[in-house]
């Protein structure tokens, strides 16, 4: 399995600002998405980014909101932008494996507050 | 519209005992279920999967039950342990993205 690392690990954020998560990994892969957790709850699809592509949005999320970058086969960025409380959240990356029977391997992900 | 249910919400098991949780889909074209273990302030890790064309798989203590007919499948954590206590999520997937169950919060008592 791959090795995934987030950056920053926590921040908390003033609304109205943005901030820019970043995922790296050990190993080059095709396909990395991106999830958000709310408090005490499930993880949801945010986009899929694969690179030298656009990503491809779930419903209920816009590219204005959470722009992706996929510069290259091992980094990704999610940024959040004009945050507001609501998105208090972790956000997580994760990556699919290279086999055929493998599936998906999340970063450590990101704990966000908004003040 | 809600893919996969999960249950039970909270589990409590006796150090020792068996853990159960519970999923059920409603689209037969998912065609990987696996399950994933979340300790408090860590991502998801991947802990056990399973494909439809197997009815069960052990690795360990866990073990996958897969019912293609009710479209259910069930993790069974054998011997749990107080270290085994966190969060349990089942996932489905479907031309590679996973669509994940609620979570089962489950805690082994020493």
């Known amino acids: 399995s791959a090795v995934i690392s987030q950056k920053p690990s926590r921040d908390i954020c003033q609304r109205g600002t943005s901030l820019t998560i970043q995922c790296q990994v050990d190993?080059?892969?095709?396909?990395m998405f991106w999830y958000r957790q709310q408090p005490g709850q499930s993880l949801t699809l945010i986009a899929t980014?694969?690179?030298?592509?656009?990503?491809?949005?779930e419903s209920g999320f816009v590219i204005d909101k959470f722009p992706i970058s996929r510069p290259n086969l091992t980094f990704s960025t999610l940024t959040v932008s004009n945050m507001s409380p609501e998105d208090s959240s972790i956000y997580l990356c994760?990556?699919?494996?290279?086999?055929?029977?493998?599936?998906?391997?999340f970063g450590p992900g990101t704990r966000l507050l908004v003040l | 519209q809600q893919q996969v249910k999960q249950s039970p919400q909270s589990l409590i098991v006796q150090k020792g005992g068996i853990s159960i949780i519970n999923c059920a889909y409603e689209?037969?074209?998912?065609?990987?279920f696996p399950w994933y273990q979340q300790f408090p302030g860590k991502g998801p890790a991947l802990l056990i999967a399973i494909r439809p064309d197997v009815s069960e798989k052990k690795e360990g203590r866990f073990t996958i039950s897969f019912n293609k007919s009710a479209k259910q499948f069930s993790l069974h954590i054998m011997d749990s342990q107080p270290g085994d206590s966190a969060t349990y999520f089942c996932?489905?997937?479907?031309?590679?993205?996973?669509?994940f169950g609620a979570g089962t919060i489950l805690r082994v008592k020493s």
């Open positions: 996932a489905v997937e479907y031309g590679n993205k996973l669509v």
């Open positions: 980014a694969n690179q030298g592509s656009e990503a491809t949005y």
């Open positions: 190993s080059q892969v095709t396909m």
């Open positions: 994760s990556v699919r494996g290279q086999g055929a029977m493998e599936t998906q391997y």
């Open positions: 689209n037969t074209a998912f065609d990987y």
